[in-house]
């Protein structure tokens, strides 16, 4: 299952795409596409062991 | 290589990262992201003296990608907008699982080169790409039945080490790239790039590939240490301090100049091809 902070955006205050991209609302910003696979808990990732932005806000 | 080979004028070899893995538009808005958008960048750079690319595929949201479909279709975009460029598929994957790890071998054609991670990288506060000997071995073996040379990627020290222990069984001229920047990768600073040279087999050929900041003094060290350089928007994202490259032909132009300026002729990608033994 994704990250609860995880959301798919097209904008920001300093940013504008054409597609939806991955945003954390945890850091309020667009995460690298190489965080996005954890958010998304692909492959063996999983956001709560691999994300220290969902361990922080956790806490 | 070594610094004669500067003083003979050997041609560089340039090779142009275009996009990566780690980053995406939302770091830099020039980076390419989709197969048209980094076919466009890769004949860009191909005309400003690139001679290989180095390449990664994606989604179509810019996320990674390691499937041979999403590759083929980014290698496809390049060969149909490029002359005679030599195409380099990426086989890193921090986090991706190793069966995925050998899917850009397998375009059709084959990639000429690929990238051969030779050894343990970190990434973030979690991540661990472990890229251990067993699949260093795998990735090497399908690289060699498929007719690709390789480019063992030396990140610091001990993945010197581990390509040492390898030469065997690699066709000649062995080909590393020197990695420096942050984390596990070597400390940037010119006498560590010194060291590690110091330590290469003479037959060898070496790039350098250093990130950020350190992109354009590390790689202009290395064309006058006779090695060939790696430039372009994954490993560094800045022309200069605070201004965004406004491309990766812009980078690849830049260490063109500073190659010829300094007595060291471009390289076409057949004379590559010649220097490389491909």
Known sequence: ?59 | MTYADFRDGKPVILTAALTGGVHGKEANPNLPETPTEIGEAAAAAEAAGASIVHLHARRANGERAFSTDRFQAVTDAVRARTDDVIVQHSTGGTGAPDALRAEPLRTDPAPEMASLDMGPLNRYQHLTSENTRGLVAALHAEMQERGIKPELEVFNGGHLNESLAILDELDDPPYLNLVFGGGTTTIPHPRNLLTLVENLPDDAEFNVLAFGPHQLPLTTMGVLLGGHARVGLEDNLYYREGELAESNAQLVGRTAEIAETLGRPVATPAEARTILDL
């Open chain 1, 1 to 59: 299952m994704p990250c609860p902070y995880l959301d798919y955006r097209c904008e920001d205050a300093d940013h504008e795409f054409e597609a939806e991209r991955a945003y954390c609302t945890a850091v309020e910003a667009f995460v690298q596409p190489m965080r996005a696979d954890i958010c998304n808990d692909r492959y063996d990732l999983d956001h709560e062991t691999d994300c220290e932005f969902y361990a922080e806000a956790e806490q």
